[in-house]
């Protein structure tokens, strides 16, 4: 059978795809190219034009979840509106909706990266994470711009709580297997968290 060939960017994206896949059914200690390979319908030497490395294959499907994550809950679609707790919602619930699209597969994998103990892996995770609370921040900040949030809570507990939120209700729903509405639970959760920082 001859092998198509992709051009590489779309290449790229195959193979970090069946990677994310492959370690969210297997536990990334199980991910080896001949695996990868199999999954996109390609051979092994095909993946090492592309990376060098299956630590490079990882490293790539990082960045790529970071853009990802980032991107849904960018506040550039609201950049000329004032921020309120209601656009803070829209936004967290529209991230919500991707994620359950996307079967929560991005904080899966993640955690499943963590799990492998490569110091330089966990360190980009970790900064991953690290932009990912900062953006929540930033939403907060511009909340409390606004007069929505509160001026006296602690912005960056207030970020990392709402991350804890949004990874939890993830992890517990991907343990389900989705047995009840993401959407639904996180609204109820955001009431919570919205009496908490809402400005009195």
């Known amino acids: 059978m001859v092998q198509k060939r992709e051009n590489t960017e779309v290449r790229q994206q195959q193979i970090i795809d069946a990677a994310a896949i492959l370690i969210f059914k297997y536990g990334s200690e199980h991910l080896t190219v001949k695996r990868i390979a199999a999954e996109v319908g390609i051979s092994e030497a095909a993946i ?8 490079s294959i990882i490293s790539f499907l990082l960045t790529h979840i970071e853009e990802v ?7 550039e679609t609201v950049a000329n509106e004032p ?10 619930g529209t ?3 991707m994620i359950s699209m996307r079967k929560g597969i991005s904080f899966q994998v993640i955690a499943e990266i963590i799990s492998l103990g490569d110091k330089k892996l966990n360190k980009q995770a970790s900064l991953t994470i690290d932009k990912y609370i900062s953006r929540l921040k930033e939403l907060l900040t511009d909340g409390v711009r606004d007069g929505a ?11 990392t709580l709402l991350f804890a939120l949004i990874q939890g209700l993830v992890n517990i729903w991907s343990l389900s297997e ?5 959407i639904e639970k996180y609204a109820s959760l955001w009431q ?5 920082v809402a400005q009195r």
């Open 48 to 55: 090492y034009r592309h990376f060098k490395s299956k630590r």
């Open 149 to 159: 949030v509160r001026p006296d809570i602690d912005l960056e507990s207030s970020a």
């Open 192 to 196: 919570i968290y919205r009496e908490a």
């Open 83 to 92: 921020v309120t707790l209601e656009i803070i919602e829209k936004i967290i």
């Open 178 to 182: 989705g047995k009840f509405p993401l």
């Open 69 to 75: 994550l980032l991107r849904d809950i960018s506040s």
């Open 95 to 97: 991230h919500f909706s």
